[in-house]
């Protein structure tokens, strides 16, 4: 089941790069002025829709929740390349910016495989509401550092929380597919 995960986030994630580099088209790098705050703004604009939406029953906007998830896990590629130290204030071209929107979901779909492996995707029996809570709380979680300056106790960082917010958007999709 595992290796079928590894070909199901491929898919989601390629998904998810056709309409980035479309988007980059169409607006250009126009996402590099926002800071931190306000793409986790974004993400929780797009998680609240998926929360109205799953408890409403019906949508207004003739809009469905899948490009909710597709945009939130852009969005957290976007603000794991704002993060990057080495990137800020850098004009970068559309080559290095595919490079580093690679590198990132590499790296966070070596996080789900291992993470995943000690788990036992127990995700695949978990209901797709509580993914959308997840990422509301981590928004919470994530305005709560900003307002710490950054500094955490022991908990993870603005960074690994994007991260497993990919994640769980993938998770999310898939369960949606299936």
């Not at 989601?12 to 931190?36: A, H, L, P, T």
């Not at 004009?91 to 490079?99: F, K």
């Amino acid at each position: 089941m595992i290796n079928q995960t590894s070909i199901e986030f491929d898919e989601v994630i390629e998904q998810c790069r056709n309409v980035f580099v479309k988007k980059n088209k169409d607006y250009g790098m126009s996402w590099r002025i926002m800071r931190i705050s306000s793409i986790i703004d974004q993400i929780f604009i797009k998680a609240n829709r998926i929360k109205t939406i799953e408890e409403k029953g019906v949508q207004a906007v003739d809009e469905g929740v899948q490009s909710e998830w597709l945009g939130i896990i852009n969005y957290c590629v976007m603000g794991l390349i704002q993060l990057n130290p080495s990137l800020q204030n850098k004009n970068i071209s559309d080559e290095e910016l595919l490079e580093w929107y690679n590198q990132y979901l590499v790296q966070t779909k070596d996080l789900m495989m291992q993470k995943n492996h000690d788990y036992g995707e127990i995700w695949r029996k978990m209901l797709v509401s509580t993914f959308t809570d997840m990422l509301l709380m981590r928004v919470n979680r994530m305005h709560q550092i900003i307002e710490n300056k950054g500094k955490t106790e022991v908990s993870e960082g603005i960074d690994s929380n994007l991260m497993d917010m990919i994640n769980y958007s993938i998770f999310a999709l898939i369960r949606l597919k299936n």
